[in-house]
């Protein structure tokens, strides 16, 4: 399968701060969906990304899927404790793989 | 909607002991396939299934088997437990996914089996 990597690792932030992880690739991706686990849970679907340049936006949330479609992001604004977790790309080659995910841990 | 069913929840082996994870889904999916999740690590493929009858092994698939007779039920089947496969296992289906097109549909995750090997 496609390796998407992601970046950075673990990232603590002060509630109220905003957040964003990257997610990288060598090669071109037909699409890329984004997950949320939370701690002691399993991933939970976030969105999917299919277009060049595509954005998208869930509340604080904000999505983007690069012009060459080899990477993409996920922005936090104003982060709150209910969006600590381990957030992760993934995107379906010849199977569905995941990066390896971003850790947020956001302090009170 | 029950979603997708793992079962046991935790399980402890001794070393060489085998055992079945059991995983069901009630939404007629066509993909199943199981994840497993060490600390502080992502989720690495073990095997998928494009549907009933059809397997394929995924990163990580040393050490485990799988079947799928039917659409609801994907079984991973340990042949003789090591240290190395204590991990959380997660189990997931998709309506129907296809490589590399731009639509796919999205995973379902089951709560997972939390395994120690001693």
């Known amino acids: 399968g496609q390796q998407v990597m992601q970046i950075p690792q673990y990232q603590h932030v002060q509630e109220g701060e905003d957040f964003t992880t990257y997610c990288n690739s060598s090669t071109t991706l037909s699409n890329i969906q984004w997950y949320k686990q939370r701690p002691g849970g399993h991933p939970v679907f976030l969105i999917q990304l299919v277009k060049s340049g595509e954005v998208k936006k869930q509340k604080r949330l904000t999505f983007q899927f690069g012009e060459a479609k080899k990477n993409s992001s996920l922005h936090i604004t104003a982060t709150q404790t209910t969006d600590v977790g381990t957030y992760f790309c993934?995107?379906?080659?010849?199977?569905?793989?995941f990066g390896p995910g971003t850790r947020l841990s956001v302090l009170p | 909607n029950a979603g997708v069913t793992q079962t046991p929840k935790f399980q402890v082996l001794k070393t060489g002991q085998s055992m079945t994870l059991q995983c069901a889904q009630d939404m007629n999916h066509e993909y199943m396939s199981w994840y497993r999740q060490d600390p502080g690590m992502g989720l690495r493929l073990i095997h998928y299934?494009?549907?009933?009858?059809?397997?394929d092994q995924g990163e990580v698939p040393n050490g485990y088997n799988v079947s799928r007779s039917t659409t609801e039920d994907f079984p991973l089947r340990l042949l003789s437990a090591a240290p190395s496969q204590t991990s959380v296992y997660f189990c997931?289906?998709?309506?129907?996914?296809?490589?590399?097109?731009?639509?796919?549909?999205?995973?379902?995750f089951g709560n997972g089996t939390r395994l120690t090997v001693t």
């Open positions: 993934g995107n379906y080659g010849q199977n569905f793989v």
């Open positions: 299934s494009v549907g009933a009858g059809i397997t």
């Open positions: 997931a289906s998709s309506r129907a996914l296809a490589p590399n097109v731009p639509d796919n549909s999205p995973l379902h």
